[in-house]
C-alpha cells in the first residue's frame, strides 16, 4: 500500500492537497463505480471526438481489461477516485512494440476528474513504473490518440517517447505507441 502526496517536482499548488493511498483492486472493490469513474475521466477525450474503449466500456470490459493484468485504485475519503491496470511483459501484446520482449505496459489509467492535477496521476504512473522494473521489464510503454496532444506532452514530460503508430480496430482514431526505458532510474546498470 502506498501513501501518496503530490510530487516535490509540483511548484505552488493551487489547492490542498488530498492524501490519497494507492493499493492493489480488492475484492469489495465495485467494478461498477470503476467503470463510471473510466467514464467520467475519459468523456472529455469523448466529447473531442475519440473514442477511447474506456469512455464507455460496459462492466463486464473493464472486467475482462482488469483480469489481464494487475489493477491498482486509488482511495479518497474511502471512495475509488482512480486506477490503473499494469500488465508485465509476458502479458503484453498485440503490436509490434507490444510483441518485443521485456516491454511491459499500463492501460485504464484514470483519475477523479476534481481532483485531476494534483499528482494522482503521476503517482500511478510512478507505480507501474516501479512494478515494470520489479518485473524484470525493461521498458513500459501505453498507446493513446494520436489526437491527445496534451496528454502525449504530459507523457513526454515524465520521459516517454514515441515509438510507433498503431491502428486499433475498436477505436475511432490512429494511436501512438509510447515508452519508457525503466532501467534508468533504477541506479542498475
Ligand atoms: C491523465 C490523467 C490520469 C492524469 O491524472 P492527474 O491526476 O491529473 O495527473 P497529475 O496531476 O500527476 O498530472 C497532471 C498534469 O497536468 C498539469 N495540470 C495543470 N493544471 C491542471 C488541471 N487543472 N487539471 C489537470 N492537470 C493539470 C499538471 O501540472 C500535471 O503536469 P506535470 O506532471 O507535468 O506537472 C488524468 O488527466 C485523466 O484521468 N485523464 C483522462 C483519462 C486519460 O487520459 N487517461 C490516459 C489515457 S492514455
Not at 68 to 78: H, I, L
Not at 124 to 147: C, F, N, P
Not at 159 to 167: A, D, L, M, S, T
Not at 174 to 185: E, P
Request: hydrophobic fraction near 35%; charged fraction near 30%; include cysteine.
Amino acid at each position: 500500500m502506498t501513501t501518496a502526496r503530490r510530487s516535490d517536482r509540483h511548484e505552488e499548488p493551487s489547492a490542498p492537497d488530498p492524501s490519497f493511498t494507492i493499493r492493489p483492486i480488492a475484492p469489495f472493490d465495485s467494478l461498477s463505480d470503476i467503470t463510471d469513474l473510466l467514464h467520467r475521466a475519459y468523456a472529455p477525450l469523448r466529447q473531442q471526438g475519440l473514442h477511447y474503449v474506456a469512455s464507455n466500456q460496459d462492466e463486464a470490459t473493464t472486467r475482462r481489461r482488469i483480469a489481464r493484468g494487475e489493477c491498482y485504485v486509488v482511495e479518497c475519503d474511502r471512495r475509488v477516485v482512480g486506477t490503473v491496470t499494469f500488465r508485465t511483459a509476458r502479458e503484453t501484446r498485440g503490436c509490434e512494440w507490444y510483441d518485443r520482449a521485456g516491454v511491459a505496459s499500463f492501460e485504464q489509467l484514470a483519475v477523479e476528474p476534481p481532483l485531476q492535477g494534483r499528482g494522482i496521476g503521476g503517482a500511478l504512473v510512478d507505480i507501474v513504473e516501479q512494478k515494470a522494473r520489479a518485473t524484470g521489464a525493461v521498458e513500459i510503454s501505453l498507446d493513446t490518440s494520436e489526437k491527445a496532444e496534451s496528454l502525449i506532452a504530459w507523457y513526454f514530460r515524465r520521459g516517454y517517447r514515441f515509438v510507433q503508430w498503431v491502428r486499433w480496430e475498436v477505436v475511432n482514431y490512429r494511436s501512438v505507441v509510447l515508452s519508457k526505458d525503466v532501467r534508468g532510474d533504477s541506479g542498475v546498470v
